[in-house]
């Protein structure tokens, strides 16, 4: 056997070297990328002081019983027109009623949203949301009673 011969089917330094090299930049590559779209994308969120937010973690539960307890349930649908429409059961009278529209990526501005009674008894937006996916943060006050909720609308 020569010497090229044996060499060539030999784990040397130098492809030792390379093997190492590709891996762990293939590595890097893929968790840059990863990283890249998680921040780019990230619609969360975010609290200013994680701290605060725990110490009225039990209000909020409270306020979620007590929410439970009043039995509204609503149903949100866009209008032809690109308007959102409101359908509120169990609610009562008097009801008042507004939203913000966040879009989920947070790709635009967030938009609040007024409502007036129409006559089929649905609220409808006082202007119209743009195409496309939305968050819809509901909040309804009848007197002291107030119920929130977040909803999708596509």
């Known amino acids: 056997m020569t010497a090229t011969a044996s060499s060539k089917g030999q784990l040397t330094g130098r492809k030792m070297t390379a093997i190492f090299v590709a891996f762990f930049g293939v590595v890097m590559a893929v968790n840059f990328t990863m990283a890249h779209f998680a921040s780019s994308t990230f619609g969360g969120v ?3 002081n994680s701290y605060v937010a725990s110490q009225h973690y039990n209000k909020w539960l409270g306020a979620a019983a007590a929410q439970e307890k009043l039995g509204w ?6 209008l032809p027109d690109d308007r959102v429409a409101v359908r509120f059961a ?3 009278d008097g009801l008042i009623v507004n939203a913000v529209a966040r879009h989920p990526l947070g790709r635009a501005p967030d938009q609040a949203l007024a409502f007036v ?6 609220f409808v937006s006082t202007r ?5 996916r939305w968050m819809l ?3 309804a006050e009848a007197g002291a009673a107030k119920w929130r909720e977040e909803q999708e609308l596509r």
């Open 128 to 132: 119209p949301v743009a195409p496309g």
């Open 137 to 139: 943060r509901l909040a």
């Open 90 to 92: 169990g609610a009562p």
């Open 46 to 48: 975010v609290v200013e």
């Open 117 to 122: 009674r129409a006559a089929d008894g649905a």
């Open 73 to 78: 349930s609503a149903a949100v649908s866009r």
